[in-house]
């Protein structure tokens, strides 16, 4: 088997812990032999961890595709807006692309990506992880053996969880659409992608509604800081007080702002890092919560709901069909299919996966380095042109939504996204 020798540009939480630990697992099959990362701690705490030399290691992500580096992809993990320019630069020099979701916030970026890819004839896969799952893919199995005939309609609710919505999407990288995306592009992209993999039929049109309705101002309390830590009349009452959480239950997360991860390194990045401010004094503007609504060509319909005040983080689904239906529960791994005829039920507890997204995050990279030791012009099972599609309804369902509902007839839309027309 081929060793595929990769760059990484971009080595935060997903770059770095996400898809990069499959070169240490499997050495046989991948070899990073450069990073780019402009955050010092981040750059040395990789090199150190994947053995690469300060000669292999760059603070941008231009002056390492300039030096030419022997490689065979590039894996690309940087911050939503900052996608389009180094996915292009490394398919022009290159190499094959893996690239986080979202492509980008902007259509005409996601459209340009896909034809930038088959112009260089190279492979560009979106790391669409839900596919790659066991959960999804027996639910998929399960669709296409006919087990529940046609289907009607699909449920899918997205639990985000309370507290992993104020890290993330509160206090943390993805608060704000104007500097990273919307929540329902940035989050929920791969709702929208797994709807269009189990349906398997063009959307016809699509609406959206949803808001910012608790994380702000107006909610915070009376004479309270900036910051939780310098002194909130309601630290006892507050779930959100970034001590109590970050020093106790979100000991965890806060290994993803800081690198010194005592007791004392933790305060000090909570004094001096947007996670130690007030969730109601932050500066994000993206919904807590949105419910999206689309009709298929052929009548069948889903709805999709996705809540920040949530108990635990995980995605149900609920698939009714002409002959049975299916539910599921993504972070148990159990799947139920009743059978309307014989009145049987079915219940599949499928195992725990080690990695990242039910399995998701291992899998993805096993399958991008299959598809580019064997490339021959295919497309791969979540590739741009693919991903493409589930885009541009996440992008339709924000125009609807900033539209106060507004339907939206896919088709008009998506020509007015290839025509490269403003959008949204």
């Not at 066991?134 to 289907?151: A, L, R, T, V, Y």
């Not at 503007?285 to 005040?309: I, K, P, R, W, Y």
């Not at 609920?318 to 791994?333: A, F, H, L, P, V």
Request: proline share 3%; aromatic share 8%; hydrophobic share 35%.
């Amino acid at each position: 088997m081929k060793k595929v020798k990769a760059v990484l540009i971009g080595a935060g939480d997903r770059g770095a812990k996400a898809y990069a630990p499959y070169s240490i697992n499997f050495p046989h099959e991948l070899e990073f032999v450069a990073i780019a990362e402009p955050v010092q701690e981040r750059r040395k705490s990789f090199a150190k961890e994947f053995s690469l030399s300060d000669t292999q290691c760059y603070t941008s992500w231009e002056e390492m595709l300039d030096h030419n580096i022997k490689a065979d992809v590039a894996l690309i993990c940087t911050l939503d807006r900052e996608h389009y320019l180094p996915t292009v630069r490394a398919i022009e020099k290159g190499y094959h692309v893996l690239l986080e979701k979202p492509m980008s916030p902007d259509p005409k970026e996601c459209i340009s990506m896909v034809e930038v890819a088959k112009k260089h004839n190279k492979l560009l896969t979106i790391c669409h992880v839900l596919r790659y799952t066991p959960f999804w893919q027996n639910i998929k199995s399960i669709i296409d053996e006919g087990k529940i005939g046609d289907i009607v309609s699909i449920q899918l609710n997205e639990n985000v969880e309370v507290m992993h919505m104020s890290h993330s999407f509160v206090r943390g990288n993805w608060n704000n659409s104007d500097i990273s995306s919307p929540m329902i592009l940035q989050k929920s992209c791969h709702d929208m992608d797994i709807l269009m993999y189990l349906m398997n039929q063009k959307c016809k049109q699509i609406s959206s509604f949803g808001s910012l309705m608790h994380f702000k101002e107006e909610n915070a309390p009376k004479d309270g800081p900036l910051r939780c830590l310098d002194g909130c009349p309601i630290e006892n009452e507050c779930v959100f007080h970034a001590g109590k959480y970050y020093l106790g239950d979100g000991r965890g997360w806060a290994k993803k702002f800081t690198t010194d991860h005592s007791r004392a390194g933790i305060i000090h990045a909570l004094n001096t890092t947007p996670y130690g401010k007030c969730v109601y004094r932050s500066d994000n503007n993206v919904v807590d919560h949105q419910v999206v609504n689309l009709e298929f060509e052929n009548g069948a319909t889903a709805t999709f709901s996705m809540c920040g005040f949530t108990r635990e983080q995980t995605r149900i689904v609920q698939i009714m069909g002409t002959k049975g239906e299916i539910r599921g529960k993504m972070d148990d791994n159990t799947i139920s299919v009743f059978d309307f005829l014989t009145k049987n039920e079915t219940v599949t507890h499928l195992a725990e996966q080690a990695s990242g997204h039910g399995g998701g995050d291992e899998a993805i990279v096993r399958d991008f380095l299959q598809e580019v030791r064997n490339y021959q012009g295919e497309e791969s099972k979540t590739s741009a042109v693919v991903s493409l599609e589930s885009h541009l309804l996440a992008f339709a369902a924000e125009l609807s939504r900033l539209q106060d509902g507004k339907v939206i007839q896919i088709a008009n839309f998506s020509n007015e996204a290839l025509n490269g027309e403003g959008v949204v």
